[in-house]
């Protein structure tokens, strides 16, 4: 889950850059992106059919899941200024 929302957190900061610049083909394709990522998450986080998933085990993704956003928006402000200038 760290990892995923790394990448997802990413894309959203490529995202809001892309918009702010008037950038139609990154935003298009960072949007599309967005959509994607957001539903394996989704599919991953509600999965009902894992019995034996424990409580342990779904904080231990919560955390992941809330410190990938925070080290995603830091790479993607790194990355959305190569892609997009300062």
């Known amino acids: 889950m ?10 959203i900061a490529i995202n809001y850059r892309s918009i702010s610049q008037a950038n139609y083909l990154i935003t298009a394709i960072s ?3 967005i959509a994607g ?3 394996f998450l989704i599919q991953r986080i509600a999965d009902k059919t894992n019995k034996r998933r424990k409580t ?7 955390i992941g ?5 925070v080290a ?5 402000i790194f990355f959305s200024k190569i892609l997009l200038g300062s």
């Not at 342990?56 to 919560?62: G, N, R």
């Not at 899941?65 to 956003?69: A, C, E, K, Q, R």
């Not at 995603?72 to 993607?76: A, E, N, T, Y």
């Open 31 to 33: 949007a599309a992106s």
């Open 72 to 76: 995603g928006d830091m790479v993607g």
């Open 37 to 39: 990522l957001t539903y």
């Open 2 to 11: 760290f990892f995923a929302q790394i990448i997802l957190c990413t894309v």
């Open 56 to 62: 342990k085990e779904k904080d231990i993704a919560w």
């Open 65 to 69: 899941f809330m410190l990938g956003s």
